[in-house]
């Protein structure tokens, strides 16, 4: 069968981007995680970030109903966990794997950045919800990026 959005997400693919996995808690207080490159930096003061849902997506329900989210930004050697958190891959996600911070929110331990965000807004946007956090606490290391570019991973190298 032929996608016929196939042509807009082609063009769409050609914005390359990093690669992170939102976390928050559902109602049962388990993790529910997805792979996301829909991360944007809005603002610094007071300090936003907002990434997109689609409506359809299985973590939906925990993400809408969920007062904090955290975002992990993958390093190069992590294609496995946007994989796994993509839903591509049958391991969920493991408590062992995530720390909790201020908000509540779980967020990697493995990572090249990390936001732990109150979300600070929802909005409606055709077959997504852009979802606004403020960011309460943060961190980052040095280390390579992925990277994804046309529906394929790329491990990124820092420019020096
Ligand atoms: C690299 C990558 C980036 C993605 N970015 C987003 C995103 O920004 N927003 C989103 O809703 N889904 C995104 N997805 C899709 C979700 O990770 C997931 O595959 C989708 O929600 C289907 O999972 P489900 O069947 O459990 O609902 C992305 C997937 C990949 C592999």
Redesign the pocket.
Same mark, same amino acid.
């Given at each position: 069968m032929t996608d016929k959005y196939r042509p807009l997400k082609d063009a769409f693919g050609r914005f390359a981007?990093g690669?992170g996995v939102a976390a928050c808690r559902n109602a049962a207080g388990e993790i529910s995680a997805? &792979?996301?490159?829909?991360?944007t930096s809005v603002s610094l003061e007071p300090p936003l970030v907002l990434?997109?849902?689609?409506n359809?997506? %299985? &973590?939906?329900s925990a993400f809408m109903n969920a007062d904090s989210y955290s975002v992990s930004i993958l390093r190069a050697d992590q294609q496995a966990a %946007?994989?796994r958190?993509?839903?591509?891959l049958p391991d969920g996600p493991r408590e062992e794997e995530f720390e909790n911070w201020v908000t509540g929110a779980p967020i990697l331990k493995e990572r090249l950045a990390g936001f732990d965000c109150k979300v600070a807004a929802r909005h409606d946007a055709g077959d997504?919800i852009i979802l606004v956090g403020e960011v309460v606490r943060f961190d980052s290391v040095d280390g390579a990026p992925l990277l994804?570019f046309a529906s394929n991973?790329i491990q990124g190298t820092p420019a020096t």
């Open positions: 981007t690669i997805i &792979t996301i490159n829909s991360f990434w997109c849902l689609e359809r997506a %299985s &973590t939906y %946007s994989q958190f993509a839903h591509f997504h994804y991973y």
